[in-house]
């Protein structure tokens, strides 16, 4: 039987996936890695010059709830230690990039609510695109 990975070994699977995903679609912005990464910071991207985003990224190998995941980022709240979180879902091989807002988590949804419910509810496509502000 083989033996299941260990939440650093994902994470690490995770950045990456999410590091090849900006290098091949965002061939026009200069990606740097932190030599250590003590501030939660995993990469920052420069979209213009002397234009920098701090990214944190996270992988999620399963859903919350019956139609979305969640990010716990417990940890950066309230401390402006990063300006994007890029959330890599391991079963669909998704990235999506959300400006981080002092969230304690973020919650996505992957596909409608069984109400359908759709205000105050934000999607995990609506950030498929780094943003580009």
């Not at 995770?14 to 932190?34: A, C, D, R, S, T």
């Not at 973020?106 to 105050?120: D, E, Y």
Request: with cysteine; proline share 5%.
């Amino acid at each position: 039987m083989p033996k299941k990975a260990n939440t650093s070994h994902i994470g690490f699977c995770g950045e990456l996936f999410v590091k090849h995903h900006i290098l091949q679609n965002y061939p026009e912005y200069n990606v740097y890695e932190p030599m250590i990464d003590e501030r939660g910071v995993d990469l920052i991207v420069e979209r213009r010059k002397k234009e920098f985003i701090r990214v944190q990224i996270k992988t999620i190998t399963d859903m919350k709830t019956d139609t979305a995941v969640e990010v716990r980022l417990n940890k950066y709240a309230k401390k402006d230690l990063i300006d994007v979180v890029a959330v890599y879902y391991v079963k669909k091989g998704w990235v999506c990039f959300v400006p981080y807002n002092d969230e304690v988590s973020i919650n996505l949804a992957l596909k409608p609510s069984k109400n359908n419910q759709t205000k105050n509810r934000r999607f995990f496509y609506q950030y498929m695109e780094f943003p580009y502000e």
